[in-house]
């Protein structure tokens, strides 16, 4: 009788590992590199201006092309009612307000009357390089005109070298590239710039929920 057993674990044991690969980690998007305001509710939050990213890169594109996928990936969220502003805009060159500095409440105050937003969000593309492997950083911040509060913050780099990084391009690109993208599938997401910065800001926009106070 233990032979007959053992007979016939050794003939199921091939299937037992092929099950092992269907499951994979869930890899969620990046949860330690953000903060989000406990005492905020995004949903009260009417109208955001995304300002043109500022560029630390020697690619003076890619603030632009990052700058686009963010209001894309956000405008899905459909968290609040969005507009870019460009670097080169009249408006906000007359504000000459640095990305990283910290406003007063008359700066907010002005920014809003000029503006006309409830909250703006800036920041800068920290790191840029396409090879030898594709690598962005990026440094940004929410913050609300109504009353010069943080609403989130987030400062991350994301590298397609890295592990977590990789399984995560993975799991984003089951879910949102859908199929069509053959022979290269995932691996078009580290070889394309466009693809990457798409990654990029599906992940940054992830991060941003409605949380409503005491929950």
Same mark, same amino acid.
């Given at each position: 009788m233990n032979n007959t057993r053992t007979? #016939? %674990?050794l003939l199921l044991l091939p299937f037992f590992l092929s099950c092992c690969h269907i499951y994979e980690p869930m890899i969620l998007p990046m949860a330690n590199y953000y903060y989000l305001n406990p005492d905020k509710d995004l949903s009260t939050v009417g109208r955001v201006a995304i300002v043109e990213l500022d560029n630390d890169s &020697?690619?003076?594109?890619i603030s632009t092309d990052i700058t686009d996928a963010l209001f894309q990936a956000l405008q899905k969220k459909q968290l609040f009612g969005l507009t870019v502003i460009r670097q080169d805009d009249p #408006?906000? +060159?007359s504000l000459q307000l640095d990305a990283d500095s910290t406003y007063t409440l008359e700066q907010l105050s002005t920014i809003? /009357?000029?503006l006309k937003y409830d909250a703006v969000l800036t920041g800068t593309v920290t790191r840029y390089q396409p090879y030898p492997h594709m690598t962005v950083g990026l440094r940004l911040k929410l913050v609300? %005109? +109504?009353d010069g509060q943080l609403l989130w913050a987030l400062e991350q780099i994301w590298d397609s070298a890295d592990k977590t990084t990789e399984y995560r391009i993975k799991s984003f690109f089951r879910s949102q590239m859908r199929s069509g993208f053959e022979p290269l599938g995932e691996r078009l997401t580290i070889l394309s710039p466009l693809k990457f910065t798409k990654? !990029?800001?599906y992940e940054v926009a992830? &991060? #941003?929920r !409605? /949380? /409503?106070?005491? #929950?």
């Open positions: 007979g #016939l %674990l &020697t690619y003076p594109q #408006l906000w +060159r809003r /009357k000029t609300d %005109l +109504r990654f !990029v800001a992830e &991060t #941003l !409605v /949380k /409503k106070i005491g #929950l």
